[in-house]
């Protein structure tokens, strides 16, 4: 289990992450599948935090980062665990994660996900 986040994580709104997804900024998704199959933001990439010691090493560097769990919160650790323990500078939490996103009529995707 992650440690919780220092109280100055790097957050971004929906409406702010959106934008910057716009640009080119990589948004993950880190719930756990059934999660996932039930509602998703469209372009997000799947990986969920309980493997994210498989996954964290691939991410670019060189790429605005967003977090994005259901309310925030796991992001939240997430974020905080990827810079102060990974040393990654440009990571950000999705403030409210889905909730918030849903909540500001930004697109969800309930689509059925392919094998």
Do not use: Y
Not at 70 to 79: D, E, F, V, Y
Not at 86 to 109: C, K, M, Q, Y
């Amino acid at each position: 289990m992650l440690p919780p986040p220092e109280p100055d994580v790097p957050a971004v709104t929906a409406a702010e992450a959106a934008e910057m997804v716009k640009s080119g900024a990589l948004l993950i998704d880190i719930r756990e599948l059934a999660e996932w199959e039930a509602m998703r933001i469209p372009g997000a990439e799947f990986k969920p935090l309980s493997k994210i010691q498989d996954w964290f090493e691939d991410l670019p560097r060189d790429t605005d980062i967003i977090l994005q769990c259901r309310s925030g919160s796991r992001s939240a650790q997430a974020t905080d665990a990827l810079i102060r323990q990974a040393g990654f500078e440009r990571v950000f939490n999705l403030t409210g994660g889905l909730i918030a996103w849903h909540s500001a009529a930004l697109p969800v995707d309930r689509s059925p996900v392919a094998d």
